[in-house]
């Protein structure tokens, strides 16, 4: 079993305050498991259009050896990014978030990662010139479950996904390993949603959801179940919007008596 040490790396950045808009910074690789590693700082922030985005610090993760790596590799990494505060702990500007990486998605993290004006106001974060960076790489196992490769909490969803809807991809057009697991995982995602009461999903929700579904049936999938409840939901959102102009007619109705009372 990994050591949790062995998932974590410390990267000390001397004399930071020297490096100006514009500047990237570069960490040693460093190795997490079988893979390598590296962190990518900008001072202020990355640059889009030929300018700085916003008033953050910028802070990345990627994988170095991306382009000796065989065609089509990809792993799935839950990412962890600290900016340590080196007087109070408590201070420390923490993100994570889960990513793919593969040939087209080297580099993932956070553009935003703290604002650079209170970055230098606060205490803690620069000290004696240094900048103290710690990042933590947790590998998520991939699971083979019915010809698809899934994440290990994903299993038990897609074991249900087969056994009420056992042909659902059945008709499944011949695609890469990469392009079936894509699918699947956007099948699992359409599924949370229609599961969601009609009031919890906005107008936005059922439309992306929609799009996504069309997109989807035309790899083959075969999702009768999913349209017939994305419609039901999509009904009782039309009736409780009905049924709120109707409210609002009311009321403009009253506004429209009391003005004319008042006139």
Partial sequence: MENQADKKFTWVINNFSSFGRGSE???????????????????????????????????????PDSESLPSGWRRRAKISLTIANQITEELSKMREAEYWFNQNNTTCGFESMINYY??????GFIVNGQVKIVAEVDMLELIDNNGFHVLASEVESVNSLFSKYPGFASKLCPQSTHQRETYVNVVLSLTEIVCKAPEELSNGDLAEAYSVLRFVKKAGFK????????????????????????????????????LEFLQ
């Fill in 118 to 123: 209170k970055f230098d106001l606060i205490d």
């Fill in 25 to 63: 910074i570069y960490s040693d690789i460093f190795v997490v498991g079988p893979w390598q590693w590296r962190l990518i700082v900008y001072p202020k922030g990355t640059y889009k259009y030929g300018r700085p985005y916003g008033d953050y610090l910028s802070l990345y993760i990627c994988v």
């Fill in 223 to 258: 999702l009768d179940w999913l349209e017939k409840k994305l419609k039901e939901n999509g009904m009782t959102r039309l009736h409780g919007i009905k049924e709120e102009l109707k409210d609002l007619k009311v009321k403009c109705a009253d506004m429209d008596a009391l």
